[in-house]
């Protein structure tokens, strides 16, 4: 089950279409479960990797994978050619990412890219790496042509995701 936990207000039918997204990539669950406050002392830009360790009472089982979606802007990432913009963060082969949808005025507008982080952040808690398809949702989200991708994976990633969710339902 993929739970959806939105930090901020979002309208319903965008995070059911999101949830509905997420369910035809992965052909596993998917819903909004809660709402949740971002931990007191937290200021913007997030610090993505702390608030995943951070935030507390998310309800899940063991083998649920949590995505948290903010409108707030995260804090870049060093890397070693330097700073990153961060629109997504994800605990490879873990349980728990975010994804912001900070820098995109409207959601509705915006829905491309955000479902396309969004799958990019569950592919990782599954054990994805990124792709060399730009096609593909796994493509590195730095590129230019990210952004205007769709939200699918290729059939090399879509494979891999589908061993992956089998062998984690056995």
């Not at 083998?63 to 948290?68: C, E, G, I, M, S």
């Not at 060093?78 to 959601?107: M, V, W």
Request: charged residues 25%; contains cysteine.
């Amino acid at each position: 089950m993929i739970r959806v936990v939105t930090l901020d207000s979002f309208d319903e039918k965008q995070i059911s279409k999101l949830c509905q997204t997420l369910y035809t990539a992965f052909g596993v669950g998917s819903e909004h479960s809660d709402q949740k406050e971002v931990p007191a002392g937290m200021s913007e830009p997030l610090d993505a990797e702390k608030l995943l360790a951070d935030i507390k009472g998310v309800r899940a089982y063991e083998d649920d994978k949590v995505l948290f979606v903010t409108s707030r802007k995260l804090k870049e990432r060093e890397l070693p050619g330097g700073k990153a913009p961060t629109t997504g963060y994800a605990l490879y082969n873990q349980n728990r990412a975010i994804i912001s949808t900070h820098g995109h005025k409207d959601f509705e507008a915006s829905f491309k890219p955000i479902a396309r982080n969004a799958l990019q952040q569950i592919g990782h808690l599954w054990g994805l790496h990124h792709c060399l398809d730009p096609r593909c949702a796994m493509y590195p989200p730095w590129t230019p042509s990210f952004n205007a991708g769709e939200p699918s994976f290729c059939s090399f990633c879509r494979d891999k995701s589908e061993q992956k969710l089998r062998l984690a339902k056995s």
